[in-house]
Every structure is written in structure tokens, then in C-alpha cells.
């Protein structure tokens, strides 16, 4: 379909995104979230403002550093603390975050793998 293709293309023009702390790829659509960043100067003319940086986490990670201790450095320790805001604001993040490892533990034999799906029974585990 049409849809698809502009998918394509948006992939093929626009930098692929990757998680920056897990390096999972984010397509376009997919849960995550953006720490934006620009610099401007102050009580400087003529007033420059940089270029904004997008930052990216999948939602386990998001969840993951919410739940782990401080990083260290000031702009570590800020954007930790504006996804801990987002991760205790509502559980929508820590859905995703589950389903995101549902679906990876079920998904994960399809990738890499030419041969037959060997670890295909891992995903279902019956007691
Ligand atoms: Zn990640």
C-alpha cells in the first residue's frame, strides 16, 4: 500500500532512530521517548540559538532508568529526572515497556536466525 511506502521512504530519508541508551531501533510509530535539547545565548545579541538535538529512549529503557539510581553529570542527572516525571506521571510508559519485552521475547527468534525457528518454543512456556 501507498502507506507503506511512505514508510519506507521516511526510513530511507530521515535518520533512523536508536534507543540511545540500548541501541534498539525505533521505527517511526514505534513507543518511545524524546529528550529534545537546544542551547540559546543570553543577554547576547544577536540572540543564536543552536540546533536542536533529539535524544531517544525505548520504553524499557525509559522504565529501567526511572527505576535505577542517579547518573552522574548535570545534564545526565536532568534528563533522568524529566523521564522519571513521565514514568511516575502514568503507567502508559511502563504498558509499553511490558508489551515491548512481550513482544521481543516472543519476536526474538526471527531475527538472525536463516534456519529453522530453534528457539520457537522458548516464546511459549507452558507449566
Ligand atoms: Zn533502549
Redesign the pocket.
Known sequence: MARSGICAAARITLDNLY??????ELEPGHKSVAVYMFANTVGIRPRQKSTSQRMC??P??SVSLAMGPPPEGALNLAAWQMIRDLVSADPALNQAAWDTLRGVVGLLPATGTDGPRRTNAGGYFEF
Do not use: D, E, P
Request: charged share 20%; proline share 0%.
Open positions: 534507543c540511545l541508551r540500548c541501541n534498539r529512549f525505548c524499557q529503557c
